[in-house]
């Protein structure tokens, strides 16, 4: 799916004219932020005067947006390294062994690279 076909334009409206607006947006992936931060723009909705952006994952072009976009950053190596870890326990008899249907949890450290994007609530 391209940015153009991001269903994010669409649903972006209906944040606007509620009865109390949203302050800001937590977008989940690189696509919905590109959708999110067009819509905006789109829309003539300021950011971050108007709403504040924040993006998941600190993809190499963030600094690219106007506003540069603040994130919410993880390792991507780690990330890589723990689902190999899990991979690897799963098909291999070495470092015992993760049945089928067995949950795993994973919880990695993750900081906020503030940039431009946010901003206190306007009142």
Known sequence: MSARQCPTPRCAPALFPLPVPSTAVLSCNNRTTLGLMRALSQL???CPEQVSVVG????????MFTPKLTTVVQSSYEIGKRAVEMLLRRIGPEGG???AGEETRVVLKA?????????PPST
């Open 44 to 46: 003539g909705v300021k």
């Open 56 to 63: 998941f994952d600190d993809f190499d072009w963030t600094e």
């Open 97 to 99: 062994r993760l049945e």
């Open 111 to 119: 900081h906020l690279c503030v940039r431009e994007s946010t901003a």
